[in-house]
Nanobody, 125 residues
C-alpha cells in the first residue's frame, strides 16, 4: 500500500471553487488509477472522479461532469481535483484512493487498495 495525504478542503459558498490535492508517499509502478470519492452524512461513499496514472483516461460521476476536473503531476506523485461551480450537495468528506487494478471497473471503490484520511468540503448556500 501507499500512503495518501489529502489537503485543500474547506468552507466555500455555492458557486465557488476549491482544489483538492492528494500526495502519494511514493510512486509504485503497480498504481494504475488514482481516484476521488466522497461521502456525505448518512450516505454511502461514491466515486467522484478517477484518472489512470498513465495514458490520460478519466472517469467522472454524472453529478460532477463539467464542473470538476481531475489531473495529476506524475513527477510529484500528486493528483488534484479542481472543483468549480460548487453546490451545497457537493458537501461531503472527500477521499483520495489508489488502485493497483489494471482491469475495467475502475470506478468501483472495491478496486482501490489505499485510502487517504479524508478532507471535509462544505458548500454553503
Amino acid at each position: 500500500q501507499v500512503q495518501l495525504v489529502e489537503s485543500g478542503g474547506g468552507l466555500v459558498q455555492a458557486g465557488g471553487s476549491l482544489r483538492l490535492s492528494c500526495a502519494a508517499s511514493r510512486r509504485t509502478i503497480s498504481i494504475y488509477t488514482m481516484g476521488w470519492f466522497r461521502q456525505a452524512p448518512g450516505k454511502e461513499r461514491d466515486i467522484v472522479a478517477a484518472s489512470r496514472w498513465s495514458g490520460g483516461a478519466t472517469y467522472y460521476a454524472d453529478s460532477v461532469q463539467g464542473r470538476f476536473t481531475i489531473s495529476r503531476d506524475n513527477a510529484k506523485n500528486t493528483v488534484y481535483l479542481q472543483m468549480n461551480s460548487l453546490k451545497p450537495e457537493d458537501t461531503a468528506v472527500y477521499y483520495c484512493a489508489a488502485s493497483t487494478w489494471a482491469g475495467s471497473g475502475w470506478h468501483l471503490q472495491t478496486r482501490y487498495d489505499s485510502w487517504g484520511q479524508g478532507t471535509q468540503v462544505t458548500v454553503s448556500s
